[in-house]
C-alpha cells in the first residue's frame, strides 16, 4: 500500500501567495521564502533564499506546463514546509518546454529527510504537472482560500 501525499495537507492558506507582482526569478523565490520569516526569522529565510537560489543555478526546477517546484533540503529547518504561488503574467524560469513559469511550489525540507522531500515533489507533478486545465484554475485562484478550494477539489478527482 502507498502512503499518498495530499499538497492540501502540505500547504495552509498562510502560505499562499495569488498573483504575485514579481518579475524575475530570484524575486519570486525571495518573496515565497519571505513568507515563514515569523516562523523560521529572517536570519534563517536569508540562508534558505541563498540555497534555493544556488539549488536553481545548478538546475532549474521548471518542470514545464507552467508549473515549477523549486526545493531545497537544510538544517535550518525540523519539518518540511511548502509554500505557493501564483504569476498573472508568468516569469522566465527556465523551465523544461522554455514557457513562462505562472505556478510555483516551492519545497523546503529538513536536510535529514529524504523520502518525505521526494515524495511531495512526485505528487505536486503527479497532480498539477501536465494538468493545464488544474493549474489555471489554481492560477486563476483569487484568494489563499480559493486556491485551497480548487486544491482539495482537484485531489479529490486523481487520488483515490
Given at each position: 500500500m502507498y502512503n499518498i501525499i495530499r499538497l492540501s495537507e502540505q500547504l495552509s492558506e498562510k502560505h499562499i501567495i495569488v498573483h504575485s507582482g514579481s518579475s524575475d526569478?530570484?524575486?519570486?523565490l525571495c518573496e515565497m521564502?519571505?513568507?515563514?520569516?515569523?516562523?523560521?526569522?529572517?536570519?534563517?529565510?536569508?540562508?534558505?533564499?541563498?540555497?534555493?537560489l544556488e539549488r536553481e543555478?545548478?538546475?532549474?526546477?521548471?518542470?514545464?506546463?507552467?508549473?515549477a517546484v523549486p526545493h531545497t533540503r537544510t538544517s535550518l529547518v525540523k519539518q518540511l514546509y511548502c509554500v505557493a504561488a501564483t504569476s498573472e503574467n508568468g516569469i522566465?524560469?527556465?523551465?523544461?518546454?522554455?514557457?513562462?513559469?505562472?505556478?510555483?511550489?516551492?519545497?523546503?525540507?529538513?536536510?535529514?529527510?529524504v523520502g518525505p522531500h521526494l515524495n511531495?515533489?512526485?505528487?505536486?507533478?503527479?497532480?498539477?504537472?501536465?494538468?493545464?486545465?488544474?493549474s489555471?484554475?489554481?492560477?486563476?485562484?483569487?484568494?489563499?482560500?480559493e486556491f485551497m478550494e480548487i486544491l482539495k477539489a482537484e485531489e479529490e478527482k486523481y487520488i483515490i
Open positions: 526569478a530570484e524575486s519570486i521564502v519571505q513568507l515563514l520569516s515569523d516562523e523560521l526569522g529572517p536570519e534563517a529565510c536569508k540562508d534558505i533564499s541563498d540555497a534555493v543555478k545548478s538546475k532549474s526546477t521548471g518542470i514545464g506546463y507552467g508549473v522566465e524560469f527556465k523551465a523544461l518546454d522554455s514557457k513562462l513559469t505562472s505556478l510555483f511550489f516551492l519545497i523546503i525540507s529538513p536536510d535529514f529527510t511531495i515533489i512526485a505528487a505536486i507533478s503527479h497532480l498539477v504537472g501536465k494538468n493545464t486545465n488544474m489555471a484554475k489554481l492560477n486563476n485562484a483569487q484568494s489563499p482560500e
